[in-house]
């Protein structure tokens, strides 16, 4: 049998797997039963030694062997396909930091969430930025570790349009449970205009007033715009509220003005709010004067 995709390869697998220990299952428990009736103590009041029973001893070496070998060859060949990916798949690199995604295609076009198109095998080649992280599409039941300095790979056949949830599969830190984007499967047709659209889009397109450029750096993954407590102090009402920071140790009260929040976000370790973890990375060398002042700024308008 020859698999079609990376959802086929492990759903046969697996069903092939289930389906054997459940006739596993099935026939040692009816045996089970079986023997604890006919062998009870009523019908057999003197127990006997009974001697070994070499065709016996064949058949259950044998036909077990001849399962897991199954079982291996199976799962061997459908590991064959999902490491080797089609000459034609589209390539995407994705980068996984703490804590977010991204995505970059050949043409130089960056996201947060992967753009492909339907019917198109698609390639990831996957790293991180920072710790240990693992990239997971269930519903193309594909994962792959993705570790700093180093290249891994997975490829997947993306069928039917639609949204589907890509996550963080392995713990690391604080918002690893916010580590989760989507793959949005277009039409070919569909694809190909937003690729041409606009090749070297910076931020993407705001959302319900919230610029794009929060989403891209990461900064939702820890600070809520509504009040929520998430990682991070929310940023609403921050502008200008009184706020107890811990500096060097010790506990003093400040007033969150514009050199505070552009001290906050270049150089996060130095005043760290009080409750709350010591996780945000320096965006020192990440922002630009101009996308720190347009975060501010957008910081400000959430003023209570
Ligand atoms: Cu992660």
Redesign the pocket.
């Known amino acids: 049998m020859n698999f079609q995709s990376s959802t086929q390869a492990v759903d046969s697998v697996f069903i092939f797997i289930v389906a054997i220990s459940v006739a596993l299952l099935t026939g040692i428990v009816a045996t089970m039963v079986y023997f604890v009736v006919r062998y009870s103590r009523e019908r057999n009041p003197d127990p006997e030694n009974i001697e070994g029973n070499l065709l016996l001893e064949i058949v259950w070496v044998v036909i077990p062997l001849i399962i897991v070998l199954a079982m291996f060859f199976y799962g061997w060949r459908g590991f064959r396909f999902m490491r080797t990916a089609p000459a034609n798949a589209l390539l995407v690199k994705a980068y ?1 930091s ?2 977010r995604w991204d995505f970059e295609y050949d043409n130089g076009r960056k996201t947060d969430r992967l753009i492909v198109p339907s019917g198109r095998p698609v390639k990831l080649v996957i790293t991180s930025r920072d710790v240990l ?2 990239l997971f599409i269930p519903a193309f039941r594909v994962k792959e570790d993705a570790v700093p300095g180093m290249l891994t790979h997975l490829w997947f056949l993306p069928d039917g349009t639609g949204d589907y949830d890509l996550f ?1 599969s ?1 713990y ?1 830190g604080t918002g ?1 449970s916010e ?1 989760i984007t989507k793959v949005q499967v277009m039409t070919a047709e569909d694809f190909r205009k937003w690729r041409l659209e606009a090749p070297h889009e910076k931020t993407g397109e705001d959302v319900d007033g919230v610029p794009a450029l929060l989403r891209k750096k990461g900064c939702l993954a820890c600070h809520s715009i509504d009040g929520t407590r998430k990682i991070g102090p929310t940023f609403k009402g921050l502008f200008m509220s009184r706020v107890i920071v811990v500096t060097g140790g010790k506990e003093h009260e400040v007033t969150a003005n514009e050199q505070y929040l552009r001290r906050s976000v270049m150089e996060p370790e130095a005043d760290i709010v009080k409750g709350f973890p010591p996780v945000m990375p320096r965006e020192k060398d990440n922002l630009t004067e101009e996308e720190l002042s347009s975060i501010v700024g957008f910081i400000k308008g959430l003023r209570e």
């Open positions: 996984a703490m804590w992280h693992s963080c392995e690391c690893h580590m």
